[in-house]
C-alpha cells in the first residue's frame, strides 16, 4: 500500500535550513494498521503530512497504491487526496456553521459522489444517526471526533491517516472512538496511519513505527 | 448542473453567515447600480425631451437662411448677415422641388411695439400663411392670419404668449390693437407657447409678409428681387429630406448665378439634423453621468475585494480543511469567485430596483424628465457581475494558492 524510499525533507529555515525528515524507508501493507511514536520534533507529523500528499519530500520516492506521487503537481495531489485519503484530525477540523451530515458530505464532495445516502449511513455507522442535523457546536468532542471520522471514511478510501485522534478526548471516549476507528477499518479493510503519543492507544494498532530526530530507530509488531 | 450547484451553495453559505457584513457590501454595489441607472436615466430622458421638443418644431422641416457654408481655412460667414434669399427662391422651390408639402419666406424685423401704456422690443417676423403649418403653431386664442388676409397686406398680427404677457397683462389681447411706428396692428390670435426652445416663438409676432413690406423698408437684391430673412419648408415624406435638400440646393445655385466652384451663399439645415446632432452631444453627457456614477460603482467593488479579502482570511482553517479532503485550487477559486460575484449580482439586482424607482420618483416630481432602458439595466448588470469576477479575482486567487499544511494550522 505504502513504500516509502529514502524520504528526505528539508525545510528552509531563513538562511539555515532544517532537515527534519534525514532518509525514511518504510513499507505498509494493504489493510494494516500502523502506529507512528516518537518525541516532539522527531518528525512524525512532517511525516503524516507527506503521507497524505499534503505535502512533497524534498528528495525520496513515495509510491501510494502501486503509484509513484511524490513527483505529482499541486493538482494532482489534491486529486490522490480526494481519492484515496482519509484525515482525522486531533482539533476534529469539522466546520462550525453546517450541519453534522453536510460535514460528512463535504467529505464526499471533492470525490464527486452525490448520494446523501451514503452520508447517512456512516454517520449510522459511528452511531450518530439522530444527530446528523446537529451542528459541531452542539456536539461533544467525542461526538465531533465520530462525525470526522465519518467524514473520512464516507468515501471509502484505501487509506486513513489519523493525527494525535484521541488527542483532545478523555479516557473513555478515547476508548470508543478507537473501538469505532478499528472496526470500520476491519469493514472497510483500510489501511490506518496514527500519530500518537499515548501507548496504550498505539496498542490498538498492529506495529509501531518510532521515529526519533527524523529517522526510524525502531519497529515493534504487537 | 449539480456541478455548479455545490460551489453555489458553499458561496451562499458564506454570504448568509455574515449577514450584516454581506449587507454593508451589497450596498455600496445597490448605491453604485441604482446611481448609474438614475444619472444615465436622467441623460437619457433629457436627450428623449430635446429631441421632441425639437421634432415639435415641424419634424419633416427644412431651413434655409443665407450666408455661406463651411469654408477651408477660412471664416464663415454668420448665417442670416447676407441678404441672398428672396422671396422668389421661396416661390421657385414651391413651384419646381417634388415633396414639398409648404413653403414659407419670412423676414424679420426689430421693433418697438406699444399697447396701452406697455410697450416692448420685439422681433416681428413677416411671414405667409403657410408660416403656421410649416412651423407647427397653435393658438390659445384666436387664429392665425388668413390667405386673403395676407393677399389684402391687412395690419394683422399673431403673438407670441410672452408679448402678449407683456402688453396685455390683464386682459385678452385678441382684438386690441398695438402700435408699432405709425402703424396700428389688430390682435388676431395668440400664439401657444413652444418653450425656451431655438426657433420659439413666444417673444415674437408675425405679420403677413405683404405688410411687412409696405411697412418696414425692404432690401431688394440687385435682380430686383424681395429679400427674406429665412426660409422654412416641410417635406411630405421624412425620408425624402436628402433629395429636397438637395434639389434645393442646385436650384438655388442656379437661381443665384454661382459658379460650379463657388461657395453656397445659403445653408440648408433640417431638423432631422438638428436632432441627430443635440442627440450625439447628448449621449455624451448621458456617458459622462453614468462614468461619474461608474466612480461610486467602483468603490463599492473595492469594498467587495475588501471583505473578499477579510473572508479569505478568516476562513484560512476552513480552506485547509478542504484542501485536506481533496479539494484542488480550481474548486477553491471556484467557491470564492462564485461568493463575490453573487454578493455583487445581488447588489445589482437590487440596484436596479432602487434606480428604477428613484428615476420613476425624479421623473414624476422633478423637472427633469427620466426614461429607464434596457440597455442601461443590462450594462448595470453585467458591470456588476464583472467588478464582482474582477475584484474577487485576487482574493480568490490568494484562498487557492494557500499551502494546506500552514491553512490547517492557522486559528
Redesign the interface.
Known amino acids: 500500500m505504502i513504500t516509502l524510499q529514502n524520504i528526505v525533507k528539508v525545510y528552509p529555515m531563513g538562511k539555515r535550513e532544517l532537515t527534519v525528515l534525514r532518509g525514511v524507508s518504510l513499507t505498509i501493507g494493504q489493510g494494516e494498521m500502523v502506529a507512528i511514536m516518537g518525541p516532539s520534533g522527531s518528525g512524525k507529523t512532517t511525516l503524516l ?1 507527506l503521507l ?1 500528499c ?2 512533497k519530500p524534498t528528495s525520496g520516492r513515495y509510491f501510494l497504491d502501486g503509484n509513484e506521487v511524490s513527483r505529482l503537481s ?2 494532482e495531489l ?2 490522490v ?3 484515496k ?1 482519509g ?1 482525522i ?1 486531533q482539533s476534529f ?3 462550525p ?2 450541519s453534522a451530515l453536510a460535514n460528512v458530505e ?2 464526499m ?3 464527486d459522489l ?1 448520494d446523501r445516502n451514503l452520508a447517512l449511513e456512516a454517520l449510522a455507522k459511528v452511531g450518530l444517526a439522530e444527530r446528523a442535523n446537529h451542528r459541531p457546536t452542539e456536539l461533544s468532542g467525542g461526538e465531533q471526533q465520530r462525525v470526522a471520522i465519518a ?1 473520512a471514511v464516507v468515501k471509502k478510501p484505501p487509506l486513513i491517516l489519523a493525527d494525535e485522534p484521541t488527542g483532545n478526548l478523555d479516557s473513555r471516549t478515547s476508548a470508543e472512538i478507537m473501538t469505532i476507528l478499528t472496526n470500520l477499518r476491519k469493514e472497510q479493510n483500510m489501511t490506518l496511519v496514527m500519530v500518537t503519543h499515548e501507548l496504550d492507544i498505539a496498542h490498538y494498532c498492529q506495529r509501531i513505527i518510532r521515529l526519533k530526530d527524523g529517522e526510524v530507530i525502531a519497529e515493534e509488531r504487537l | 448542473m449539480k456541478k455548479w450547484f455545490d460551489p453555489m451553495v458553499s458561496a451562499l453559505s458564506g454570504v448568509a453567515t455574515h449577514k450584516l457584513r454581506s449587507f454593508l457590501t451589497i450596498l455600496g454595489i445597490v448605491i453604485g447600480v441604482a446611481a448609474v441607472i438614475t444619472l444615465m436615466s436622467i441623460g437619457r430622458g433629457a436627450e428623449a425631451q430635446i429631441i421632441s421638443r425639437i421634432q415639435s418644431l415641424g419634424a419633416n422641416l427644412i431651413t434655409i437662411s443665407p450666408g455661406g457654408g463651411f469654408t477651408f481655412g477660412g471664416v464663415r460667414t454668420a448665417a442670416g448677415s447676407a441678404a441672398t434669399l428672396t422671396f422668389e427662391d421661396a416661390q421657385a422651390i414651391a413651384a419646381e422641388v417634388p415633396y414639398i408639402d409648404a413653403v414659407a419666406p419670412s423676414s424679420r424685423s426689430s421693433q418697438q411695439l406699444i399697447a396701452g401704456r406697455q410697450n416692448m422690443n420685439v422681433q416681428v417676423i413677416g411671414a405667409t400663411p403657410e408660416y403656421e403649418k410649416v412651423y407647427n403653431l397653435e393658438t390659445t386664442s384666436g387664429i392665425f392670419f388668413s390667405q386673403d388676409e395676407y393677399r389684402s397686406a391687412a395690419k394683422v398680427a399673431v403673438i407670441g404668449s410672452e408679448v402678449a404677457a407683456t402688453l396685455f397683462p390683464d386682459s385678452n389681447p385678441v382684438g386690441q390693437t398695438i402700435r408699432m411706428g405709425n402703424t396700428i396692428l389688430l390682435t388676431i390670435g395668440v400664439l401657444k407657447s413652444k418653450g425656451e426652445m431655438p426657433g420659439s416663438v413666444d417673444s415674437n409676432i408675425i405679420i403677413p409678409l405683404t405688410a411687412m413690406q409696405q411697412v418696414v423698408a425692404q432690401s431688394q437684391t440687385s435682380r430686383g428681387e424681395k429679400v427674406v430673412a429665412s426660409i422654412a419648408l416641410t417635406v411630405t415624406d421624412k425620408d425624402k429630406a436628402t433629395v429636397v435638400a438637395d434639389k434645393i440646393e442646385s436650384l438655388l445655385r442656379s437661381r443665384h448665378r454661382l459658379s460650379a466652384t463657388a461657395e453656397n451663399d445659403f445653408r440648408i439645415s433640417s431638423t432631422e439634423e438638428l436632432a441627430a446632432t443635440v442627440s450625439e452631444t447628448m449621449q455624451t453627457m448621458t456617458l459622462l453621468l453614468g462614468a461619474i456614477a461608474a466612480i461610486s460603482l467602483l468603490v463599492g467593488g473595492i469594498g467587495v475585494m475588501n471583505i473578499m479579502l477579510v473572508s479569505v482570511l478568516e476562513r484560512t482553517r476552513e480552506i485547509g480543511i478542504r484542501m485536506a479532503l481533496g479539494a484542488r485550487e480550481r474548486d477553491i477559486w471556484t467557491q470564492f469567485i462564485l461568493e463575490a460575484a453573487s454578493l455583487t449580482f445581488t447588489g445589482g439586482i437590487i440596484g436596479i430596483a432602487v434606480g428604477w424607482v428613484a428615476s420613476y420618483i425624479i421623473g414624476r416630481t422633478g423637472t427633469v424628465p427620466t426614461l429607464v432602458s434596457a440597455d442601461i439595466v443590462i450594462l448595470a448588470v453585467s458591470v456588476s457581475v464583472g467588478i464582482g469576477l474582477f475584484f474577487g479575482f485576487y482574493p480568490a486567487w490568494n484562498a487557492s494558492r494557500l499551502n494546506p499544511i500552514e491553512a490547517l494550522r492557522a486559528e
Open positions: 503530512n497524505g499534503l505535502d499541486r493538482s489534491a486529486r487526496r480526494s481519492q485519503i484525515f484530525f477540523n469539522l466546520l456553521r453546517i463535504l467529505g464532495r471533492y470525490a452525490r467524514r
